[in-house]
């Protein structure tokens, strides 16, 4: 699932590309995805993208048109979506309800370029949504504050007010956007910090290592992933500049040990047991609590 420093990359490889550009036309080829009516999506042929930018893990494209406010495309591109820019975009429409991974064609600029929106597998669950605020966009109204935004003071009265693991706090993004399940597994790992540790309990020092892992992991990642690449090499940059997450059964590159993993019904975290839990394995199940 695209998390912070992905979506943050794409929205500025995007910014470089389509800022100043006019909008040709939009297909919509999953009128699934489109969580609004009014304003239609055709009302973005004729204007101008004026930024492209992210709103938490919301890709947020902002489009002017002379006397008159202006309309933002948001994208959500859940766990499977992704952006392609192209000079030789088809002119030819996708077909609605067909089966290839287009959910979303914005043709912008010159005759050829702009940018599909895809959906690779079967669970279709990326969201598009046209809005005159993108405060109108529930979850976004709903979220908390960006992660990268917070301070070490602030981070620590959302800590102390919780008594939810830390893992689960990290990645709900009513309390803190931006962060999912791959950089949540980073930041703890270098914090040496039990995915099930409870948030108001953590010391002064744990706070400290939370918050300099945090803004590091994910800083770090963005500026990893905004390399000469662009968006075709990013999927796979940013599997290589993991260091725990899917890396179940290898060595920790810090210690040594073996990663583990704790397993649910639809998803799975890694920690190192020396790093992070003084050498005990999370017992495999939802409810888990540290095996004695």
């Known amino acids: 699932m695209p998390e912070l420093p992905e979506v943050t990359a794409i929205a500025n490889f995007l910014d470089e590309r389509a800022a100043g550009l006019p909008i040709r036309r939009v297909d919509v080829a999953s009128l699934a995805v489109l969580k609004t009516a009014d304003p239609p999506y055709t009302a973005l042929a004729g204007r101008i993208v004026s930024t492209v930018g992210r709103i938490g893990k919301y890709l947020v494209i902002t489009t002017g048109a002379d006397d008159d406010e202006p309309l933002y495309l948001v994208i959500h591109l859940s766990r499977a979506g992704w952006v392609r820019w192209s000079a030789n975009l088809s002119p ?29 597998g079967t669970q279709k669950r990326l969201a598009v949504w046209l809005v005159t605020d993108p405060e109108q966009v529930p979850r976004i109204a709903g979220l908390g504050p960006d992660v990268l935004s917070l301070s070490r003071e602030s981070l620590a009265q959302i800590l102390a007010g919780s008594s939810a693991r830390i893992k689960n706090l990290l990645t709900d993004q009513r309390v ?18 039990s995915p099930f540790a409870t948030a108001k ?40 500049g993991l260091q725990i997450h899917g890396r179940t059964g290898l060595p920790c ?11 649910f019904s639809d998803r799975s975290f890694q920690y190192c047991p020396t790093c992070q839990t003084g050498g005990r394995k999370l017992a495999d199940r939802r409810m888990s609590r540290l095996l004695k």
């Open 201 to 240: 309990h953590l010391s002064d020092a744990q706070i400290d290592a939370l918050y300099e892992a945090t803004g590091g992991i994910l800083r770090e990642a963005i500026n990893r992933l905004e390399g000469p690449g662009g968006v075709s090499t990013m999927k796979a940059e940013k599997r290589s």
């Open 253 to 263: 590159p810090v210690c040594g040990d073996t990663v583990a993993e704790v397993s």
């Open 176 to 193: 803190i956007a931006g962060v999912g399940n791959a950089y949540s597994d980073e930041i703890l790992h270098r914090a040496r910090l």
């Open 92 to 120: 030819t429409p996708p077909r609605p309800g067909g089966k290839g991974p287009i959910a979303l064609r914005v043709h912008c600029g010159l005759p050829g370029e702009g940018f599909d929106v895809t959906e690779a």
